[in-house]
C-alpha cells in the first residue's frame, strides 16, 4: 500500500485520532467493518447493533452541520 498522505487520506481531529477519509476508504475498495467516520459504503459490514448507532451519529452530526450552515447565513 502507499504511504497516507495527510489532508488528502486522512486527518487529525480536534483530540488529535487519525481519521481516515471517504477518499482512503473508496480507494481501499470496501467497508471493514470498524465504523469509520467516512465509511462511503454505509457501515454495510459494521455488524447490529453497532451499525444503527454509528448510522444515527452520521446523521445527527450531518444535522447539526446542516443547521449550523443555515443558522450563519
Given at each position: 500500500m502507499n504511504k497516507l498522505k495527510e489532508g488528502i487520506d486522512f486527518y487529525?481531529?480536534?483530540q488529535d485520532n487519525v481519521v481516515l477519509t471517504a477518499k482512503y476508504h473508496l480507494d481501499k475498495g470496501y467497508c471493514c467493518g470498524h465504523g469509520c467516520r467516512h465509511c462511503p459504503y454505509d457501515y454495510e459490514a459494521?455488524?447490529?447493533?453497532?451499525?444503527?448507532?454509528v448510522?444515527?451519529?452520521?446523521?445527527?452530526?450531518?444535522?447539526?452541520?446542516?443547521?449550523?450552515t443555515t443558522n450563519s447565513r
Open positions: 487529525y481531529d480536534e459494521v455488524p447490529e447493533p453497532r451499525r444503527t448507532l448510522i444515527k451519529e452520521r446523521n445527527n452530526a450531518q444535522q447539526k452541520a446542516s443547521n449550523q
